[in-house]
Nanobody, 127 residues
């Protein structure tokens, strides 16, 4: 059974940094593209960042480019999202997601392209 478990969320002041992690189990992690999405209160879920199975390709939402960095460690079955220069509008539940994509360096931005989702972790940025 595939499990994605996020950790590292919390409360941070505007301008601060936070790193969230997503530990995967029950799958051959190196054959999966990974992504991060977020959903703020009363807003639709939106793509944040994605990474190909080998980390060769990444993509970001325009709103986080230059501030967030997605990375992965296939030896640890973990994907990370480093968030710098956080803003109050970054406040949301952040969820990691996985899609089977072996040997493809595609990055997926449509949530319908992903098959597995974590429970999410709350990040609150205070002004």
């Amino acid at each position: 059974q595939v499990q994605l478990v996020e950790s590292g969320g919390g409360l941070v002041q505007a301008g601060g940094s936070l790193r969230v992690s997503c530990a995967a189990s029950g799958l051959t992690f190196s054959r999966y593209a990974m992504g991060w999405f977020r959903q703020a209160l009363e807003k639709e879920r939106e793509f944040v960042a994605g990474i190909s199975w080998n980390g060769a390709r990444t993509d970001y939402a325009d709103s986080v480019k230059g501030r967030f960095t997605i990375s992965r460690d296939n030896a640890k079955n973990t994907v990370y999202l480093q968030m710098n220069s956080l803003k109050p509008e970054d406040t949301a539940v952040y969820t990691c997601t996985a899609r089977y994509a072996p040997y493809s360096e595609s990055v997926y931005i449509d949530p319908r392209q992903y098959t597995n989702w974590g429970q999410g972790t709350q990040i609150t940025v205070s002004s």
